[in-house]
């Protein structure tokens, strides 16, 4: 099988194709733009392997992505290039609604066209595999039951609103072309190769420079945290098992509060790099409160019962266990850690084109 997949340089897209390439015998054709977190680095250990093909393009270039599956074609398609801090689409939504809604219906069409030629097992078995988020349901109270795949939409940000818009889109291309697509929405992910603008590599990386660990509003919003190979293994479950017209939610089955999840960095912090700590009595010394994000949703959880029953995942991390494998990580891994803070690693990928 051979699986075209959008974003693979980035920090899920990337723990998909290492994970393909260890433990598959598919192929793995990964298109990415190489924006500020697309990152080649993050697929050092798969570079090498010949079921591995890396083609640097824009997915809103028609042309070319059109041009890609007419050259390779894939078996199977999976969506996960996007804009997605929450941040930068506050500051600058015009990126999000070009790459998350722009780019998704290119991808539609050039997987649509390309579809309808195909003919036998191989129309038969293809997948438009969209890659999205539980920020699409907006937020939950402390009460409220955690999110199903019957939630109503009511995104909260600008990224939340094109991610929405995209699940939209997909959904139209099955209903209305008949495309064979399914839809994963995923709750918060860390893990190794996380870029160090979300919570928890920020964290990590601050701690370790001395730098304060900023904290919006008290700390009190909660997060259901997914470990990222955890994600990996569910999205091939459901691209090689899944009916076409499903639709799954992913999570971790843990919810954490930032300020908690903050604490419990720092903890591991102090016992695995206290040579770091220099006078300090421990790195919550350095936890700062800074004024909330502007519609900051308050709880996100996920209710996956429906990925359990019917294609038998169940995370293998628990929020304690994988967080000390992240920050683990993160303390051993300072090559990686050095380029991305400088912007090193953009160098070279600026560089790279392949057709």
Not at 52 to 59: A, G, H, S, T
Not at 169 to 183: D, E, K, M, Q
Not at 231 to 257: D, F, P, Q, W
Request: glycine share 6%.
């Amino acid at each position: 099988m051979k699986i075209l997949i959008t974003g693979g340089s980035g920090f899920i897209g990337s723990a998909l194709v290492r994970h393909i390439i260890k433990n598959t015998s598919d192929e793995v054709l990964n298109i990415d733009k190489l924006t500020y977190a697309g990152n080649n680095d993050n697929l050092i250990e798969v570079q090498q392997n010949d079921r591995y093909v890396f083609e640097k393009l824009d997915i809103c270039d028609h042309t070319r992505i059109s041009e890609i599956f007419k050259f390779h074609k894939p078996d199977a398609v999976m969506h996960l290039a996007a804009e997605s801090h929450v941040d930068r689409s506050i500051n600058s939504p015009s990126s999000f609604i070009e790459t998350n809604l722009i780019g998704t219906y290119k991808m539609l069409e050039a997987s649509r066209f390309y579809w309808d030629k195909l003919d036998g097992k191989k129309r038969s078995n293809f997948r438009f595999h969209h890659i999205s988020t539980d920020e699409v349901f907006g937020d939950l109270e402390p009460l409220d039951m955690p999110f199903t795949e019957l939630t109503p939409y009511a995104p909260s940000s600008p990224y939340s609103a094109t991610k929405a818009g995209a699940d939209h889109l997909v959904r139209a291309w099955g209903r209305t072309y008949n495309l064979p697509v399914v839809i994963t929405n995923c709750s918060n992910n860390y893990g190794p190769y996380h870029f160090p603008e979300k919570l928890i590599p920020l964290i990590i990386l601050n701690a370790l420079s001395a730098k304060p660990l900023p904290v919006y509003g008290d700390g009190s919003q909660i997060r259901d945290w997914l470990y990222v190979e955890d994600h990996a293994r569910a999205l091939y479950e459901v691209v090689t098992k899944s009916s076409v017209g499903k639709t799954y939610n992913i999570g971790g089955c843990n919810e954490v509060k930032n300020i908690d999840v903050v604490n419990a960095v720092c903890n591991i912090l102090d016992e695995l790099a206290p040579e770091k700590l220099g006078s300090l009595r421990s790195f919550k010394d350095l936890i700062t409160f800074v004024d909330d994000r502007p519609g900051h949703d308050k709880r996100y959880a996920i209710n996956a019962t429906k990925i359990e029953q019917e294609l038998n995942w169940k995370p293998f991390e628990t929020f304690d266990s994988g967080l000390r494998k992240t920050v683990k990580w993160f303390v051993e891994n300072k090559l990686w850690c050095d380029r991305v803070l400088s912007g090193d690693y953009m160098i070279n990928e600026k560089k790279e084109d392949t057709l």
